[in-house]
């Protein structure tokens, strides 16, 4: 199936992608309601979303651009310091932006 990606096919698209999200969102909520939040789930949760985290970094830390590793670093040291994740993500946006803006400035 082949929908163009120009006028109403951007439309349909868009359409079909929030349908999908809100369908996974909503269905693991309503999912969730039936399971008892016991000690083993609430460990089990704590855990699946640190590997999450872990998932998405990973691959960016290994083939991401020095910019991306020292934010990465930033966000890292400021989260163990404070640890606080705001202020941490926004640290290592904030390292991210400036190392990329300064950076062709030094070459």
Do not use: C
């Amino acid at each position: 199936m082949n929908i163009e990606a120009t006028g109403l096919g951007t439309l349909i698209i868009l359409l079909a992608m929030a349908v999908a999200t809100l369908a996974t969102r909503w269905g693991g909520v309503f999912v969730m309601s039936f399971v008892p939040i016991g000690y083993r789930v609430r460990q089990f949760i704590h855990a699946m979303s640190g590997s999450v985290l872990v998932a998405l970094l990973a691959p960016l830390a290994v083939t991401g651009d020095n910019g991306a590793r020292l934010a990465l670093l930033t966000t890292a040291v400021i989260m163990l310091v404070l640890k606080k994740p705001l202020p941490a993500i926004a640290g290592g946006i904030l390292v991210a932006a400036l190392f990329r803006q300064l950076s062709p400035m030094l070459a």
